[in-house]
Antibody, heavy 120, light 112 residues
Framework: QVQLVESGGGVVQPGRSLRLTCGAS????????MHWVRQAPDKGLEWVAV????????FYIDSVKGRFTISKDNSKNTLYLEMNSLRTDDTAMYYC?????????????WGQGILVTVSS | QSALTQPRSVSGSPGQSVTISCTGT?????????VSWYQQHPGKAPKLMIY???KRPSGVPDRFSGSKSGNTASLTISGLQAEDEADYYC????????????FGAGTKVTVL
């Protein structure tokens, strides 16, 4: 079955960096686009970034452009989110999410999430 | 880009039906048949319930159905059950030149 396991979260000071990692299994990782979606404490879901199956195409929400970088290593079945110049409003649970694929723009499998807290 | 508009809460008794609306714009919901719905229980990750407006993933009960008219999508839960009590989020594709994906703020479904 599909499994997505995030790691790398924690408490970090404003302006610092953090790298999230998501290990994937149970599907052909190289065939699917992948996303990061976040949820601030007691708030709703917010899409953050997407990367195409081959890693060539990437899109970001405006608030993270120039600060966050999404990447994937198909040889390691791993998705990454490099987060620089972190701000307090980046505090959230970050979910690694698989794209449904097949031309459908939906998010079919979610990891359990990893908490990122940006605080001085 | 504003979030899609959902009611803050809806409620119903077991066995009843509830409908959650999700209003967007001609740039997202109105332009694409790419509306999806997610169920989230407290402390858990979201779960895909409906995709492409009205398709159900394998394993999702047929009590859950989706529809769309113009800029508004809807999720209907028929035969409400206690385990349906959760937060529900709609999401629409908004185009690669736009936000890409936009979510609603979420609707709390309470089973009375």
């Amino acid at each position: 079955q599909v499994q997505l396991v995030e790691s790398g979260g924690g408490v970090v000071q404003p302006g610092r960096s953090l790298r999230l990692t998501c290990g994937a299994s149970g599907f052909t990782f190289s065939s699917y686009g992948m996303h990061w979606v976040r949820q601030a404490p007691d708030k709703g879901l917010e899409w953050v970034a997407v990367i195409s199956n081959d890693g060539k195409n990437k899109f970001y929400i405006d608030s993270v452009k120039g600060r966050f970088t999404i990447s994937k290593d198909n040889s390691k079945n791993t998705l990454y989110l490099e987060m620089n110049s972190l701000r307090t409003d980046d505090t959230a649970m970050y979910y690694c999410v698989k794209d449904l694929g097949g031309g459908s723009s939906s998010l079919d499998y979610w990891g359990q999430g990893i908490l990122v807290t940006v605080s001085s | 880009q504003s979030a899609l508009t959902q009611p803050r809460s809806v409620s119903g008794s077991p066995g009843q039906s509830v409908t959650i609306s999700c209003t967007g714009t001609s740039s997202d919901v109105g332009s694409y048949n790419s509306v999806s719905w997610y169920q989230q229980h407290p402390g858990k990750a979201p779960k895909l319930m409906i995709y492409d407006v009205k398709k159900r993933p394998s394993g999702v009960p047929d009590r859950f159905s989706g529809s769309k008219s113009g800029n508004t999508a809807s999720l209907t839960i028929s035969g409400l059950q206690a385990e349906d009590e959760a937060d529900y989020y709609c999401c629409s594709y908004a185009g690669a030149d736009n936000l890409f994906y936009v979510f609603g703020a979420g609707t709390k479904v309470t089973v009375l």
